[in-house]
Nanobody, 125 residues
Framework: QVRLVESGGGSVQAGGSLRLSCAAS????????MGWFRQAPGKEREFVGL????????YCADSVEGRFTISRDVAKSTVNLQMNSLRPEDTAVYYC??????????????????WGQGTQVTVSS
């Protein structure tokens, strides 16, 4: 059984930085991308970005491009989300997600099979 454990959330003022980590265990998740999503109160879940385990290539949503960076540590089976220049609108619960079946887009939550427990990020103005 795949298990994803997130860490690193917290509160920060606008313009600040936070780093989230997601440690994967219990299964083979490195065949497909790992994704990051977020969900703010009263809003739908939103794709943030993804990283490919094999190449390290990443793709981020336009809303975070240039401010957020995703990386992976293959040896530790961990993916990281470095968030800089945070804005109040980045406030949300952030989730990492893993897939064990193939998909075509990887930007939809339905593409993923396992989810972390979520970690709160709060950005104050």
């Amino acid at each position: 059984q795949v298990r994803l454990v997130e860490s690193g959330g917290g509160s920060v003022q606008a313009g600040g930085s936070l780093r989230l980590s997601c440690a994967a265990s219990g299964g083979t998740v490195r065949r497909y991308p790992m994704g990051w999503f977020r969900q703010a109160p009263g809003k739908e879940r939103e794709f943030v970005g993804l990283v490919n385990w094999s190449s390290g290539s990443t793709y981020c949503a336009d809303s975070v491009e240039g401010r957020f960076t995703i990386s992976r540590d293959v040896a530790k089976s961990t993916v990281n989300l470095q968030m800089n220049s945070l804005r109040p609108e980045d406030t949300a619960v952030y989730y990492c997600a893993a897939a064990v079946t193939s998909s075509t887009t990887w930007t939809n939550g339905k593409d993923y099979d396992y989810w972390g427990q979520g970690t709160q990020v709060t950005v104050s103005s």
